[in-house]
């Protein structure tokens, strides 16, 4: 392979390379790649691989293979990590990639389609040619498998070089979109668990035939306070009840935010047909509400959550009666006959 070869591959790969920049999945890195060996190497088929959870490489990226070629690959069972180990081992080291020749390791893969070009001091359709990617901490962290070399030789140091390079610069940018991947996945789980507290956090309770009850516990901010109000239309158009108590004796601190998001929120279910009261207001929440200026002259308010549900009970036509203990039980007199 002449200098001039190699150093045109080396532009064209380094060109390549600056590509990938603008690419967003791994699995289009991956195919990029193996495609750029095929056009820009002596190889004629290429295969991109990388190391997932398990510890076993899945294949990602093809090159110069058919489409009933790629399904065959896949359905070959996956390399580990433990396995490749065993046999990319020192002796069968070229610069820094490996030649696996077929008479001294057993591997599983697709049949060579030049079987009519075997040479006696040559690359054998069977053998097998690796070029690692590595991470940061020199750890193998996905596989450039090469085969059908257009020139029928053994591979070199030297004709390695450019391909080497390229996968230095592959395996940085696979390491960049992974920690993106990572970071957007840890973002979206923050977020799943975010609103899991927030729904927690605003749980709307069915306590009676067309009542319910909302406890507030801690702080209020907009986020909550949207998460409120969403939570309380949402089981108000569920429960088609006439009803919400909202109580806010856990709330330690009232301030115009908090207040007035309370309204918009009584607001909002007196659209829906649904009357609010407010319960937990002491003589310190309501001294606070007299010097802010909020007015609650249309909410029905009441000090504890007891005389709030007696008033809820009151606007639905129930009320809450004692029993009579010198009335016997009917159950008691049922079970007796």
């Known amino acids: 392979m002449s200098e001039a070869f190699i150093r045109q591959q080396l532009e064209d790969l380094i060109s390549t390379s600056s590509k990938m920049l603008r690419l967003k999945t791994v699995r289009d890195v991956c195919q990029l790649t193996a495609e750029s060996v095929v056009k820009y190497s002596k190889f004629q088929r ?74 006696d001091d040559g690359w054998h359709p069977d053998d097998f040619l690796f070029i690692p990617l590595y991470d940061p901490d020199n750890e193998i962290v996905g596989l450039i498998s090469v085969d059908d070399p257009e020139d029928g030789l053994m591979p070199t140091p030297e004709s390695l070089l450019p391909l080497e390079l390229f996968a230095t610069q592959i395996a940085a940018s696979l390491e960049n979109l992974r920690n993106v991947e990572r970071q957007r996945e840890m973002i979206k789980q923050l977020r799943d668990q975010q609103k899991v507290v927030l729904e927690l956090s605003t749980p709307v309770i069915r306590i009676w035939d067309q009542i319910l009850v909302l406890p507030l516990i801690g702080s209020v901010d907009s986020v909550r306070a949207q998460q409120i109000m969403e939570s309380v239309l949402v089981k108000i158009g569920e429960t088609h009840s006439n009803v919400i108590i909202i109580d806010i004796t856990g709330v330690p601190v009232i301030d115009t935010m908090v207040a007035s998001h309370l309204i918009k929120t009584v607001n909002a279910a007196r659209l829906l047909g649904a009357k609010a009261i407010i319960t937990g207001i002491n003589p310190e929440i309501a001294q606070t509400l007299v010097h802010l200026g909020i007015d609650l002259t249309e909410i029905i308010t009441n000090s504890n959550l007891a005389r709030g549900l007696q008033s809820a009970l009151s606007m639905t036509g129930k009320r809450i009666c004692e029993a009579d203990a010198t009335q016997p039980d009917k159950r008691e007199e049922s079970s007796k006959m």
Do not use: A, W
């Open 46 to 119: 290429c295969v991109v691989s990388l190391l997932e959870l398990d510890d076993t490489f899945e294949r990602l990226g093809f090159g110069g293979l058919t489409k009933k070629e790629i399904e065959k690959l896949k359905s070959i069972s996956r390399s580990t990590l433990g396995s490749m180990k065993e046999r990319l081992i020192k002796k069968h080291l070229i610069g820094r990639s490996y030649y696996l020749p077929h008479n001294q390791v057993d591997m599983n893969g697709l049949p060579s389609t030049r079987r009519d070009q075997i040479k």
